[in-house]
């Protein structure tokens, strides 16, 4: 009996030990200490996050984790500054979102423009799937990604950078970099990670503002 109670304590505080060694750490960086993307977390996320909602993007969860909600904000903010839109928020981009001063309001967001359209938005997703023989290419190349918009040149000329107003009145920023054969006239398709998400985005009447 003894013996059973001495494996049994042994046995529980090996457990507690094995909890404390294999715990996952933490980071506690300060913002900007390191490069931040999909997979990172720790107090410097947290803070990234912080900002980018004090910045007016607002569809993130603040939560220190760097999820596909901040990539995308990441990436909507990159496009805005015209950096490279790969949602890695390295030191240039850091640098810039740390002396954005101003807020921008998703509503009301890219209030200075060329053009205001009234469009009807459809979404695809990388893949033969949506994309036929490009697969996960765009037109021009690039690749399909969260942030590309499929357009009719003849009405947004391709390399344009765009806001896009919802219904509901947030916005989201875009590239014009693809296009396709059912995008003719007021029309734009707007690129998603996946082709559930395409499908459930069905259908929407947007504004799109053309910046330059």
Known sequence: MKNTQKTIWLTIILC????TIFAPVVSAAELGERVLKIGTSGDDVLNLQATLKKNGYNAIELDGVYGESTRQAIIEFQLEKNLQDDGIAGQETMQHLLDSTVPVSRGQG????????????????????DNGKWGSLTHIGTQVRPGVIAVDPKVIPLGSRLYIEFPDGHGMYGIAEDTGGAIKGNRIDIAMLTVSEAYDFGIQNIKVRILN
Do not use: W
Not at 16 to 19: D, F, K, P, R
């Open 16 to 19: 507690m030990l094995g909890i």
């Open 110 to 129: 890219a209030e200075r423009y060329k053009q205001e359209l009234d469009i009807v938005a459809t979404a695809y997703a990388p893949g033969a799937h």
